[in-house]
């Protein structure tokens, strides 16, 4: 029997698209609800910067803006996500999902750390005093609150796609970079504000208004390793994860439980987005069975396969010949 690869069907790109859709319907929301929010803290704290003349409050204005641009840009993935294959494209878009939240890390890094380092550097060497501490502490509870209000919402979607597994394993694990994306951005913020709270009361307090300017680099350092963070997990799927252990291993059981089947010599995933599984399988089958014997079952097994994983949209497999393996590459 000779070697033969055999693809799946074509309903899986419209396949796709019904999961994928499902997928940033849900990352959709969060999102917006965060980019509501973070436009406006954002002209709430700029507006407490401008009247206090405080360093830590204006880096958390900046990191606002910020914010709010880095979730335009990931509702622009979400968008373009949705595109159906084409041509030049014929797995489809989905990685748009994991190429814009890679840009947003970076600009947190670039627009948010740095510049909140730079503004804090240069108050400590030239600190003022603060203004009217009433402003800066009604817009900075303001902003905490609405930054909660996002983070709830972040947070409840994410534990719905975790279910019970351990909060940091599910951070790692995640597919949809979205969610997380949100969920770290939203932490930084509540954590920023009451970094800024605490300086800016114990400069004015103090009469140290240097505690000011400390509080501005301790935001852009904390920017810093949240940019950090989020550029290495975002990399990582865009350079390509497998899929889950189960799919993998579950993939495998399946293959090798068909009575045709001598053996699967190896099962490769690759996640083409968060809920879009493609699956390359290399499988040594009897060479007593025919041609179209093979095609059915393996149409059989890539139709078990995706009711049992919703996740794979996508599956290519090379039958070799036992008996061929069997005499080896120099026979």
Known sequence: MLDIALPSSNSAGGNRQVSDGRKSESSGIVVSVALGANIA???AKFIAAFATGSSSTMSEAVHSVVDSGNEGLMLIGIKRARKPPDRHHPFG????LYFWPFVVALALFAGGAVVSVGDGITKILHPERIGSL???NIVLCAALAFESISWSVAWRHFNRERSNAPLLESLHASKDPNLF???FEDSAAILGIIIALAAVNAAKL????VLDGVGSVLIGLLLAL??????YET????????????IVDGTREAIEALPETVRANEVLTVHLGPSDVLVAASIDMRDDITAGHVEETLAKLESSLKQRFPEIMRVFTEVRSSAKDARGPNS
Do not use: Q
Request: a negative charge; glycine letters at 2%.
């Open 41 to 43: 803290i954002a002209v």
């Open 93 to 96: 878009y989905a990685r748009e």
């Open 134 to 136: 009433w402003i800066n």
């Open 181 to 183: 994306v949100v969920l």
């Open 206 to 209: 103090l009469d140290l208004p």
């Open 226 to 231: 949240t940019a950090s963070w989020l550029v």
């Open 235 to 246: 990399k990582s799927l865009l350079i390509g994860e497998s899929a889950r252990s189960d």
